[in-house]
């Protein structure tokens, strides 16, 4: 039997997604407590890894197991036996062609970055912040040349393990609420850092050290060092994977979530 979860997390306490020796990721902690459940060992598949810091709203995973359980044992049992800090929201039964990742045709993501003098104290950890104020105008015109079918090197991180940098952004909207700058990214899929690496670019055009323009010559460039740093993983949260309906996976209100932290 092939079961498929829908998992939020925070990912401040964890070394990212992928299982490492240490046993400290959203993965391995995951891992420990299906197993409990399944009485043992399983290891689990994730749509899309996340890096260190970097928080889930709807990861979706699937695992494969002979035991016969109630899908409330895949939801609330396995709660019962995991941090505060990850939660199942739902499980679902799959046929054995369903694959997290390979199923997937499409992820988002948003970025919640504070742009005010000071830090957040009480959203240390799930927002970025820049001190300096932003134009929300030309981040706006910078990021339209974003959006198509492009070879985003200029925005992958040196340990990417994608085979081909060419990805379709489809999405790539920017809107500000109070002191909030909210950005939202939907693709095909996403290079290692490439929505961080998108956003310290944007901040960049923001903050008045470039024109607008800078950004299409970074794409062009396909240079990751013309590019702006890696921005704070904190503000980011993996928002949606799109899968077809005939799937029959349930869909979480990520918008409700998010609307909690503003």
């Keep these: 039997m092939r079961i498929a ?3 939020e ?10 299982s490492q020796a240490d046993g400290w990721t959203v993965q391995d902690t995951l891992q420990r407590a299906v197993s409990q459940i399944v009485g043992a060992p399983i290891s689990v598949i994730a749509a899309g890894r996340t890096d260190t810091g970097v928080h889930a ?23 019962a036996l995991l941090p505060d800090s990850i939660a199942v929201r739902w499980a679902h039964p799959v046929p054995d062609e369903f694959h997290a990742r390979f ?18 104290a009480i959203h240390a950890g799930k927002v970025g912040w820049f001190h300096a104020p932003l134009d929300l ?4 015109a910078a990021a339209e040349c974003l959006v198509g ?3 985003f090197s200029a925005f992958r991180a040196a340990q990417c393990q994608a085979k081909s940098p060419v990805k379709h952004l489809h999405h790539l909207a920017i ?36 024109s607008p323009v800078w950004l299409a010559e970074v794409l062009g460039s396909r240079e990751r060092i ?19 309906a005939k799937w029959g996976l349930p869909q979480m209100d990520s918008e409700t979530m998010l609307g909690e932290l503003l």
Excluded at 9 to 18: A, I, L, T, V
Excluded at 188 to 203: P, Q, S, T
């Design 5 to 7: 979860l829908g998992v």
């Design 9 to 18: 997390y925070d990912g401040s306490p964890y070394c990212g997604w992928q």
């Design 57 to 79: 709203l709807e990861q979706v995973i699937h695992f494969d197991t002979q035991a016969e359980r109630p899908l409330t044992a895949w939801v609330r049992g396995v709660n």
């Design 103 to 120: 199923s997937a045709h499409g992820r988002s993501y948003r970025y919640l970055l504070i742009n005010r003098p000071t830090r957040s």
């Design 137 to 140: 105008d030309a981040m706006q």
């Design 149 to 151: 079918v492009h070879d």
């Design 175 to 210: 809107r500000r609420q109070g002191e909030m700058l909210i950005f939202d990214l939907s693709a095909d899929a996403f290079l290692h850092h490439m929505v961080r690496n998108i956003v310290g670019c944007l901040v960049y055009v923001g903050k008045g050290k470039y």
């Design 226 to 244: 013309l590019a702006a740093p890696t921005f704070a993983p904190d503000g980011l949260y993996l928002r949606r994977i799109q899968y077809e």
